[in-house]
T-cell receptor, first 116, second 110 residues
Framework: GAVVSQHPSWVICKSGTSVKIECRSL??????MFWYRQFPKQSLMLMATSNEGSKATYEQGVEKDKFLINHASLTLSTLTVTSAHPEDSSFYIC????????????FGPGTRLTVL | GENVEQHPSTLSVQEGDSAVIKCTYS??????FPWYKQELGKRPQLIIDIRSNVGEKKDQRIAVTLNKTAKHFSLHITETQPEDSAVYFCAANDAGKSTFGDGTTLTVKP
């Protein structure tokens, strides 16, 4: 089946620093990737839709200047959390849509971000 | 936008019993309804899905039903086992974009 990887799996950083998370589709090309954030004991909340070669579409309430998304190739999307603060600590999960398949998404393993 | 409601938020059953989780959605454009199982600290795992042109689908102990008119769909797990304990999420998907329910924490007591 389709495999999506994420790197790093966990990261601890100081408040004010920026953190980059990578999402890769390993064995298929993904024109569309999605970034979700999940707080403890809560559901997955869609942050943005990342389209290869174009600007990402952000959900209401998500600051595009704080969460920078780049989808430069058909297999890689990156999320950069700029000037991270403790309230940004969360589980970030990406997913990739397999082109041609009936809307199925394949999730990455997630990245646990802790901002001190 | 799409709004998905999921009930119950917690469900405790005895091993061997059945478990039912229900979801409703608001956007008639949604046409794909996956169900995910998520264990603590891990990614959601697709366990079953149903498309809008199908009313029911079954895979061993797991089944899903969809009522497009009423905009609701349900997950049925029969003969539950302790390893079924996890958080289950429903989702409504339109053009690849999924909106998730709030999740149901299922506990299966041995």
């Amino acid at each position: 089946g389709a495999v999506v990887s994420q790197h790093p799996s966990w990261v601890i950083c100081k408040s004010g620093t920026s953190v980059k998370i990578e999402c890769r589709s390993l064995d298929f090309q993904a024109t569309t990737m999605f970034w979700y954030r999940q707080f403890p004991k809560q559901s997955l909340m869609l942050m943005a839709t990342s389209n290869e070669g174009s600007k990402a579409t952000y959900e209401q309430g998500v600051e595009k200047d704080k969460f920078l998304i780049n989808h430069a190739s058909l297999t890689l999307s990156t999320l950069t959390v700029t000037s991270a603060h403790p309230e940004d600590s969360s589980f970030y999960i990406c997913s990739a849509r397999l082109a041609g398949l009936y809307n199925e998404q394949f999730f990455g393993p997630g990245t646990r971000l802790t901002v001190l | 936008g799409e709004n998905v409601e999921q009930h119950p938020s917690t469900l405790s059953v005895q091993e061997g019993d059945s478990a039912v989780i229900k979801c409703t959605y608001s956007d008639s454009a949604s046409n794909y309804f996956p169900w995910y199982k998520q264990e603590l600290g891990k990614r959601p795992q697709l366990i079953i899905d149903i498309r809008s042109n199908v009313g029911e689908k079954k895979d061993q102990r797991i089944a899903v039903t969809l009522n497009k008119t009423a905009k609701h769909f349900s997950l049925h797990i029969t003969e539950t086992q302790p390893e079924d304990s996890a958080v289950y999420f429903c989702a409504a998907n339109d053009a690849g974009k999924s909106t998730f329910g709030d999740g149901t924490t299922l506990t299966v007591k041995p």
